[in-house]
């Protein structure tokens, strides 16, 4: 790190040492330069997504239908848990920021084989690509906040993610703006796939800047393993809980998900048309999301982390009550952008908060397979329940009456893992006097 990112020596006039103290105790050792490295980080791994996301699903849908993406969500759950388990491996025995290169870099990679496999019609490469795109994310979000997690304190977190999330919406606008511009060009699918490989190599750029991490082999007792995640959780009621309520609201957010795709694909039969009108929709929660993440400090303050948590839920129940009362496309739109504006802000915010006054092994090994595994596998439960309804029924909007019902689980688990926070928290703060 070069040395004008470092903190003013002892040797600095008043007026510097006690601006020194002022960082020094809400970043901690974190340079200036990495701080700015992170949030860009965040940025351009958004916008890469919000290129690749409305381009990969416009393409699945032109090959497959839309009524088949559950078969992409199977096979990106079987995939993600191979990738997560070799990440896990890898992350014992390097820091997690050496490691975050190695993965941008693997995710680049695969993505320009992947976009000559498309050029030469290499049959299923749209399918491959759809599992790319959904694996690759997770990892580098996962990652991002898993470095910030191990960096900031709780105190500096409750706002400073709030501006983490905000630069994030800044980048998936800025990347879904990109998307609907190249949707308009004759080369637009492929045009857009190399822009996110442009995208993900200045990712790589940024990532020798982030903060760095203590070298995992230091401490044995702290490695990231597979296996021992889930002990971890099993041994956690807490992350128990966690884990349920995540995978309730991303089976709730996949169904609704396919309801939105089979009317999109019903309005919309032309491919690049359809990848922009994908595009315009994701900026739209995009922007929402943005909007919602500046609000999110005040939000959580003002309602409590407790009826914030709940209180979406009860919102997107409102939402899929107006949807199936009036089933048509501009409303599953309404229901679609409140399903991912609030994962994307409010949500996201509260849930990181939820693993701040946990162990360091909870944080780590738990958080890599509560996050990181069940955000993909969850979508692969979702598409067996699809799947399987096929043949019990052919009611119309099914999915969109599941999802109600698993909203109601996901409030359930909520109110006694809040229970369980604010006796953590309590006891956390007894120690600390």
Not at 14 to 26: D, H, K, M, T, V
Not at 144 to 172: D, H, R
Not at 248 to 256: F, G, K, R, Y
Not at 396 to 406: Q, T
Request: charged fraction near 15%; proline fraction near 4%; charge should be positive.
């Amino acid at each position: 790190m070069s040395s004008g990112s470092e903190l003013p020596t002892s040797g600095s006039s008043p007026s510097a040492g006690s601006a020194s103290n002022w960082y020094s105790r809400w970043f901690g050792d974190v340079p200036g330069g990495a701080l700015f490295a992170l949030g860009l980080l965040g940025f351009l791994t958004l916008a890469s997504y919000e290129i690749a996301r409305p381009t990969v699903e416009a393409l699945y849908q032109q090959a497959y239908g839309s009524e088949n993406e559950p078969w992409a969500w199977l096979g990106v759950a079987v995939f993600v848990t191979i990738v997560v388990a070799v990440y896990a491996r890898l992350a014992a025995k390097m820091p997690l920021h050496r490691l975050l290169v190695w993965m941008v870099v693997a995710a680049t990679v695969v993505l320009a084989i992947l976009i000559l496999m498309l050029r030469a019609n290499v049959p299923g490469t749209p399918y491959l690509l759809y599992i790319w795109k959904d694996i690759y994310i997770v990892i580098l979000i996962e990652m991002f906040w898993s470095i910030a997690n191990s960096k900031f304190p709780l105190k500096t977190a409750k706002w400073l993610y709030g501006f983490f999330l905000v630069l994030g919406s800044v980048g998936a606008i800025t990347g879904g703006r990109l998307a609907k511009l190249l949707s308009t060009q004759k080369l637009g699918f492929e045009l857009s796939m190399w822009a996110v490989a442009g995208v993900l190599l200045l990712c790589f750029v940024v990532s020798f800047w982030v903060p760095r991490a203590e070298d995992a082999s230091s401490d044995k007792k702290e490695k990231t393993d597979f296996l021992e995640g889930w002990r971890v959780v099993k041994g956690s009621q807490y992350l128990g809980l966690l884990l349920g309520i995540i995978a309730m609201t991303q089976i709730a957010i996949t169904l609704i998900d396919y309801d939105f795709k089979v009317s999109v694909q019903g309005a919309y039969p032309d491919g690049l048309v359809r990848q922009g009108v994908l595009a315009d929709v994701y900026s739209t929660i995009n922007f929402s999301a943005l909007i919602l993440q500046i609000g999110a400090g005040v939000v959580i303050g003002y309602l409590g982390l407790r009826w914030t948590l709940i209180g979406i839920p009860i919102f997107l129940l409102l939402t899929l009550a107006a949807f199936l009362i009036t089933p048509v496309f501009a409303v599953m739109v309404v229901a679609k952008v409140a399903s991912k504006a609030f994962d994307y802000s409010v949500f996201r915010a509260g849930k990181e908060l939820l693993y701040l006054p946990l162990s360091s092994a909870e944080k780590t090994q738990g958080k890599a397979v509560v996050d990181m595994l069940t955000y993909r596998v969850a979508k692969g439960a979702a598409s067996a329940l699809l799947l399987g309804m096929k043949y019990v029924s052919a009611a119309p909007r099914i999915a969109s009456i599941m999802a109600v019902f698993i909203v109601g689980i996901w409030i359930a688990l909520t109110v006694p893992l809040l229970r369980r926070y604010r006796t953590v928290v309590g006891t956390k703060e007894q120690d600390t006097t």
